[in-house]
């Protein structure tokens, strides 16, 4: 059996240089056309900023012999790269939804070590090379054979950047040890994202009173409060007071009582 690709990591710098001497090519005949929203850009900066993994970058790398020139073709990953290479040169602003500290500035406006980071970021890259377009295709035919269907919620955090989600996701992280410890949710639940589809009705209920539960009114709860989530400090501080005092009155009984 001959593996027809190699795992290697490559940062942010890396592939601003190879665009440099125009050896990156951004868009193959494989990509989809779809352009990201200015909320989904900012999320994933702030995701880089944090330091947390991203989903891999798929790369064709060709050597030509005769000029000695190397070409690198972006098969998927297209959006995620150019995103990071459009915001060092100053093309966009954190979002204060995604970041308290770093929302509003450009790249040129953070501190030099966090700058510095970000072109340290490494890629995780699976490195296609010389693969032919034919067997370009198999290979994603077979990724997306093993594909899950995704669930309701994990399909509005695809979608959705702004400010309801980045309430829901900030609360999910507090407490998802809490709920996976206390048997609310399991591990498996959880990835699945069913703890951050539940916060999200409660912080609905907050703002607009009990809600029939339904996928409909969850969807439009994440469209009409992506630009704006009105009390949202509140109704964060209030969640967590809740979870407070229901720690605090079941104690270790909470378990037996899910």
């Known amino acids: 059996m001959q593996q027809r690709f190699n795992t290697?990591?490559?940062?942010?710098?890396?592939?601003?240089?190879?665009?440099e001497r125009g050896e990156l090519v951004l868009a193959p005949k494989f990509q989809r056309r779809e352009v990201w929203s200015p909320k989904a850009r900012s999320y994933l900066i702030d995701t880089i900023v944090r330091g947390?993994?991203?989903?891999?970058?798929?790369?064709?790398?060709?050597?030509?012999?005769?000029?000695?020139?190397?070409t690198r073709e972006i098969v998927d990953g297209q959006q995620r790269l150019q995103t990071v290479l459009t915001?060092?040169?100053?093309?966009?602003?954190?979002?204060?939804?995604?970041?308290?500290?770093?929302?509003?500035?450009?790249?040129?406006?953070?501190?030099?070590?966090?700058?510095?980071?970000?072109?340290?970021?490494?890629?995780?890259?699976?490195?296609?090379?010389?693969?032919?377009?034919?067997?370009?295709?198999?290979?994603?035919?077979?990724?997306?054979?093993?594909?899950?269907?995704?669930?309701?919620q994990e399909l509005r955090n695809a979608k959705w950047f702004?400010?309801?989600?980045?309430?829901?996701?900030?609360?999910?992280?507090?407490?998802?040890?809490?709920?996976?410890?206390?048997?609310?949710?399991?591990?498996?639940?959880?990835?699945?994202?069913?703890?951050?589809?539940?916060?999200?009705?409660?912080?609905?209920?907050?703002?607009?009173?009990?809600r029939e539960r339904s996928k409909r009114v969850i969807d439009n709860c994440y469209k009409k409060y992506d630009d704006k989530f009105p009390n949202r400090r509140v109704h964060e501080k209030r969640f967590r007071e809740a979870m407070d005092v229901i720690g605090g009155i079941v104690g270790e009984d909470l378990p037996q009582l899910v």
């Open 8 to 19: 290697r990591n490559y940062s942010v710098r890396d592939f601003e240089e190879w665009r």
């Open 52 to 70: 947390k993994p991203i989903p891999k970058i798929y790369m064709r790398q060709d050597i030509n012999p005769e000029t000695r020139r190397t």
């Open 87 to 152: 915001f060092i040169k100053d093309g966009f602003k954190i979002s204060k939804a995604h970041h308290e500290d770093f929302g509003g500035e450009y790249f040129s406006g953070l501190d030099k070590g966090t700058q510095r980071d970000i072109l340290k970021y490494e890629f995780v890259v699976d490195l296609l090379q010389d693969m032919p377009d034919n067997e370009v295709y198999d290979l994603f035919a077979r990724i997306n054979t093993y594909a899950e269907k995704l669930k309701d």
């Open 162 to 210: 702004g400010e309801f989600k980045s309430s829901v996701y900030l609360l999910a992280k507090e407490f998802s040890t809490f709920f996976a410890t206390n048997g609310v949710f399991s591990s498996k639940q959880i990835l699945r994202m069913a703890e951050a589809e539940f916060i999200s009705e409660l912080l609905l209920a907050m703002q607009e009173g009990i």
